[in-house]
């Protein structure tokens, strides 16, 4: 092939790993082939070079795998996402406000949760807690008196002392019933407090949600009221004077749908269950949607696990008009729409960005086939296959070499062939992969049993990072995550492989990618160049996979570095704080072991070595150093 042949354009660069679909307009290709983030989405506006990033990481001393976080990116999320709901409140004249909260479990990262506030005073953009733990952040950090505070999850008297401080500090902290026994918690402690609390009820709907998340909605469901225990609730506060403090209905149908016929569906039951509650006299204010709303992590815009067959303005305007329309019949006020969308606010944002270290090839070394005078029949009858493969019997002479090294396998098991025939056959076999894999390319049709030969052939990328840490939705879900290159998008892949980490565990790998042909098990990645780096992006990240992970083989958190955009800065970015990751003693001390102690033993087994006269003491005072210092040091591989 020629250079011409195997170049690529920047717009062929972002077909190739659908960038345009799955990067809602943050990610582009520059014409250097690096990978880039356009913050304010503008092509003409500031870009971002991954690769100038990456080269400031180098050149400050940080290793990777790194965390990349875009704050412009966050920022651009939270402003959207009002703003989109504000302008369809406008266009169809509704007459509630947004009050959108972030729900702080999708990533609790000090410095999100700073940002997301921030960017959302204008909008009175508020935060919501599902523990105590997650509530004494939003206490503390969520200080504008006009934002919501919504707390769900199942509840203690510490919780609601807790939000009954809230109240007491000036605060809109509302207490969202999910059990019925909370109602008689609620009335007690803020008769003990002197607080007047304010209420919501989560409504258990009949609408069931699809996905990986379907669960958490229905008659099954985890949480919320069935309408025979709202109306008793309702009957509780009134004896005890407090039904002017239920002010919020609330509803939530599963994380990620993907389908918007359900959140349509939901809006239209639980808006006739509030329009029932205003005819009776109850004062809610606030109707609350949860959260649901999906990203496109694969770029398909399709109802399926890991898309969304709507954009975010038809989510907005699904919501306004469904719900006006029931009001507007019931003759009932518009309430305020609270949604707690934290998925699509935060996982633009975060990307994991980890260096390949090696290449693991299925076939690595081949031994000599030559032939022998004693060998076994199996090992003539594979290279007599081998010999005889052409492009007429390709699919034959396949399922032959299958049985002949299933059936090699079995008798070296029994004893009957020997170490070096088995490797023969093993060498032969892959032979015949190769040669059928390049005779592929030449036919119009590929017979399916022929089609796993990409997949067997692929190789595999070991990346300096680990699935538990930094994305335990592949592993634990099989949540799709778009991965690509963040480089060399001007030149034609051409190595098909899957990714493994650097843990000791099988499971630590990622086989289903994204693809121009949807999904596949398998991934176009460029051959690795001696003295070169190679970086691969895990994105869309920022959505619980940054405070998921793992200790699994005590690999800890990874450094973080965040970014802000400069429009006069000649990289158009600079690094506002880099954030260490944790270290091996760190993460030991986390598993309850003592570092000092550990230093200490081995600062002795040495001692006694050099009294022994095994180890010199020079040597003794340089090994203590090389222990401590790798306490001391990253937990990944420096490369």
């Known amino acids: 092939m020629t250079d011409k042949e195997t170049s690529?354009?920047?717009?062929?660069?972002?077909?190739?790993?659908?960038?345009?679909?799955?990067?809602n307009d943050y990610f582009s290709v520059n014409d250097k082939g690096h990978l880039c983030v356009l913050p304010e989405k503008r092509e003409n506006g500031p870009e971002i070079d991954f690769m100038q990033v990456i080269k400031?990481?180098?050149?400050?001393?940080?290793?990777?795998?790194?965390?990349?976080?875009?704050?412009?990116?966050?920022?651009?999320?939270?402003?959207?996402?009002?703003?989109?709901?504000?302008?369809?409140?406008?266009?169809?004249?509704?007459?509630?406000?947004?009050?959108?909260?972030?729900?702080?479990?999708?990533?609790q990262m000090r410095e999100v949760v700073e940002e997301i506030i921030d960017a959302g005073f204008p909008f009175d953009y508020g935060l919501e807690a599902g523990?105590?733990?997650?509530?004494?952040?939003?206490?503390?950090?969520?200080?504008n008196c006009e934002s919501l505070t919504i707390l769900n999850g199942y509840k203690d008297e510490d919780y609601i002392r807790l939000a009954l401080l809230g109240r007491k500090l000036g605060r809109k902290v509302i207490i969202v019933v999910e059990n019925f026994s909370e109602f008689e918690l609620i009335i007690r402690l803020s008769e003990e407090m002197q607080a007047d609390p304010l209420i919501g009820i989560r409504t258990k709907l009949a609408v069931k949600s699809s996905g990986r998340w379907a669960a958490s909605s229905g008659d099954r469901a985890k949480f919320g009221l069935t309408c025979s225990e709202i109306l008793a609730g309702i009957d509780l506060l009134r004896q005890n004077g407090m039904v002017n403090c239920l002010k919020l209905l609330h509803f939530h149908v599963g994380s990620q749908i993907p389908d918007i016929r359900i959140i349509k569906q939901a809006v239209t039951e639980a808006g006739r269950i509030y329009g029932s509650l205003r005819q009776l006299g109850i004062p809610i204010e606030y109707f609350d949607v949860g959260g649901g709303l999906g990203i496109d992590y694969d770029g398909s815009r399709s109802a399926t696990d890991s898309s969304r067959n709507y954009s975010l303005q038809a989510y907005a305007a699904d919501i306004v008009s469904g719900l006006q329309q029931v009001c507007d019949e019931a003759e009932v006020p518009h309430p305020n729409i609270v949604s707690e969308s934290g998925r699509y606010v935060t996982a633009h944002h975060s990307c994991?960005?980890?260096?390949?270290?090696?290449?693991?090839?299925?076939?690595?070394?081949?031994?000599?086939?030559?032939?022998?005078?004693?060998?076994?029949?199996?090992?003539?009858?594979?290279?007599e296959a081998a010999e005889s493969l052409c492009m007429e019997n390709y699919q034959e002479i396949f399922n032959d070499v299958q049985q002949y090294k299933d059936e090699t396998i079995n008798a070296f098991r029994l004893g009957v062939v020997t170490l070096e025939e088995r490797a023969k056959v093993e060498t032969l076999y892959w032979q015949v992969i190769r040669s059928v894999y390049g005779m592929l390319g030449k036919v119009d049709f590929i017979p399916e049993e022929l089609q796993q030969i990409e997949e067997l052939k692929a190789s595999q990328y070991l990346c300096n990072f680990s699935v538990f840490q930094s994305a335990a939705d592949t592993w634990a879900i099989k949540q799709i995550l778009?991965?690509?290159?963040?480089?060399?998008?001007?030149?034609?892949?051409?190595?098909?492989?899957?990714?493994?980490?650097?843990?000791?565990?099988?499971?630590?790998?990622?086989?289903?990618?994204?693809?121009?042909?949807?999904?596949e098990k398998t991934l176009l990645l460029h051959p690795l160049r001696k003295e070169e780096d190679y970086y691969i992006g895990l994105f869309l990240t920022g959505a619980y996979q940054d405070v998921m992970g793992d200790m699994h083989n005590l690999f800890g958190r990874l450094n973080e570095v965040h970014i802000y955009c400069d429009d006069d800065d000649p990289d158009d970015f600079y690094i506002e704080e880099v954030i260490k990751g944790t270290s091996a003693q760190q993460v030991l001390a986390t598993m309850q072991y003592s570092p000092d102690i550990m230093a200490r033993s081995i600062k002795k087994k040495i001692d006694r070595q050099i009294q022994r006269g095994v180890i010199l003491p020079r040597e003794g005072v340089r090994l203590i150093d090389f222990y401590e210092s790798c306490l001391e040091d990253y937990t990944y591989l420096k490369m």
């Open 482 to 519: 778009p991965i690509m290159p963040v480089m060399r998008l001007d030149e034609q892949p051409t190595e098909r492989c899957s990714l493994v980490d650097i843990t000791c565990d099988s499971d630590g790998k990622i086989t289903h990618f994204i693809t121009q042909k949807g999904y």
């Open 8 to 23: 690529l354009s920047p717009q062929e660069g972002c077909e190739l790993y659908n960038v345009k679909q799955w990067g």
């Open 56 to 107: 400031e990481i180098n050149d400050q001393g940080i290793s990777f795998p790194t965390v990349i976080r875009f704050h412009d990116i966050l920022r651009s999320q939270v402003r959207l996402l009002n703003t989109t709901f504000a302008e369809a409140i406008a266009d169809c004249g509704y007459q509630g406000r947004f009050f959108g909260v972030y729900p702080i479990k999708v990533n």
């Open 131 to 143: 523990s105590k733990s997650e509530l004494l952040a939003c206490l503390a950090y969520n200080e």
């Open 352 to 383: 994991v960005i980890t260096n390949v270290v090696d290449i693991i090839h299925q076939t690595t070394n081949s031994c000599v086939t030559s032939v022998t005078s004693d060998e076994h029949i199996l090992v003539t009858n594979m290279r």
